[in-house]
Each structure stands twice: as C-alpha cells, then as structure tokens.
T-cell receptor, first 117, second 112 residues
Framework: AQTVTQSQPEMSVQEAETVTLSCTYD???????LFWYKQPPSRQMILVIR??????QNATENRFSVNFQKAAKSFSLKISDSQLGDTAMYFC??????????????FGEGTQLTVNP | KAGVTQTPRYLIKTRGQQVTLSCSPI?????VSWYQQTPGQGLQFLFE???????NKGNFPGRFSGRQFSNSRSEMNVSTLELGDSALYLC???????????FGPGTRLTVL
C-alpha cells in the first residue's frame, strides 16, 4: 500500500514571496503519477500540477513547479510570486500508473497555506 | 467544456435513512471516482467506475454502493445512514482509468 505524508500542517507566506510545500511518499511501484491539488475555501478541488515518475524533468505550470526526487521519494511544490488567491489547503497525491489498477488517488493530510498581504 | 457537476450540493438526512448522490463527468470522460472527505480521516477513496463496471473499491462497508450509466454519469448510494457518514463527498472524472482526475464541487452530507 502507498502512503503520502505532508509534514507541514500549516504554512504562511507574504504576497509576492516564494514558498515550498513538502511531500514524501512510500511505494514499491516504479511507474506512478504524483499530483498537487489545491482546495480553497469553496472546497472545490483543483489540479495544480502533475509529475510522471518516469520523467526526470521537473514539471512546471506558470508560477508552480515541483522538485521531484524519485530516489528520496520526495515531491515538493514551489509557489513563486505568491498571490492572495493561492490561499488554500494543498494536497499531495499518488496514483499508480497502470490502467488496470484504475484511478485510485492516495492523498496526504494536506498543508494549509495562507498568503498574507 | 463544462466541468464535473454534482447534485445536490447540500443534503441533510437523519440516521437510518438512505441517500443518493449524483455526478456528471466532463464530456468525453468515461471514468468516475468517488472520495469521502472528513476532518478526521481526510480524503479516502470510495470506488471507481468505468464502462458501467466497478473497477476499484476502497475500504468502506457495504452500505456504500454506486453505479454508472451508459452516458458515464454516476450515482453513489449510502443506506442506513450513520452520524459518521457526515462528510463532503467528492466525485472526480478522468478520460480513462489511470489518467489525471478532475473534481466536482462536492456534496456536503450532514447526518443528524
């Protein structure tokens, strides 16, 4: 079974600054996806970024980028130029990369990020 | 393209009743997954449907069930509701199993 751990329950950052959220996972699988989702107060879960384990290049999406360390089983999210709208709960999630195993996402506990003006 | 829709958005039931929640996936998406979110247990996988078949099931009692229709819309049912079933129920759709998932706004179920 896979486990995902987010060791930072809460974080805060000043607007326009950079913040990094940590995530570690445990798996015996070799092919998998990792995701970061954000859940603002509206409770709508929004996909922020994804990383395929077989790709060495770290994924980036505008102000969001990841640092994927496969050997260390670490998957951190960096948010640059933080904006007030980035205030949300952020979840790290794991999914096996096999169509036969389906789409089961395993989530971490979440990190509540607050961006201060 | 419209996102994932879930109905109803809010629901209040009493213990012992049953409830049915509905989810319409993004157009063209054929896989639908359901998750339960509670403050104590976090986000937990309930089940996944693809081509009207349940492919995966999480560790939930048999009171939780679901189905998928030929148009990929899905419903989940909870029978004999318990107080602990109070939660946000999230539906997610993907093109196929094993692909990235996009979530709906959720149904907030309160059991009194």
């Amino acid at each position: 079974a896979q486990t995902v751990t987010q060791s930072q329950p809460e974080m805060s950052v000043q607007e326009a600054e950079t913040v990094t959220l940590s995530c570690t996972y445990d798996t015996s699988e070799n092919n998998y996806y990792l995701f970061w989702y954000k859940q603002p107060p509206s409770r709508q879960m929004i996909l922020v970024i994804r990383q395929e384990a077989y790709k060495q290049q770290n994924a980036t999406e505008n102000r969001f980028s990841v640092n994927f360390q496969k050997a260390a089983k670490s998957f951190s999210l960096k948010i640059s130029d933080s904006q007030l709208g980035d205030t949300a709960m952020y979840f790290c999630a794991f999914m096996k990369h096999e169509e036969t195993s389906g789409s089961r996402l395993t989530f971490g506990e979440g990190t509540q990020l607050t961006v201060n003006p | 393209k419209a996102g994932v829709t879930q109905t109803p958005r809010y629901l209040i039931k009493t213990r012992g009743q049953q409830v049915t929640l509905s989810c319409s996936p993004i157009s063209g998406h054929r896989s639908v997954s359901w998750y339960q979110q509670t403050p104590g247990q976090g986000l937990q996988f309930l089940f996944e449907y693809f081509s009207e078949t349940q492919r995966n099931k999480g560790n939930f009692p048999g009171r939780f069930s679901g189905r998928q229709f030929s148009n990929s819309r899905s419903e989940m049912n909870v029978s004999t509701l318990e107080l602990g079933d109070s939660a946000l129920y999230l539906c997610a759709s993907s093109l196929y199993p094993g692909r990235e998932q996009f979530f709906g706004p959720g149904t907030r179920l309160t059991v009194l």
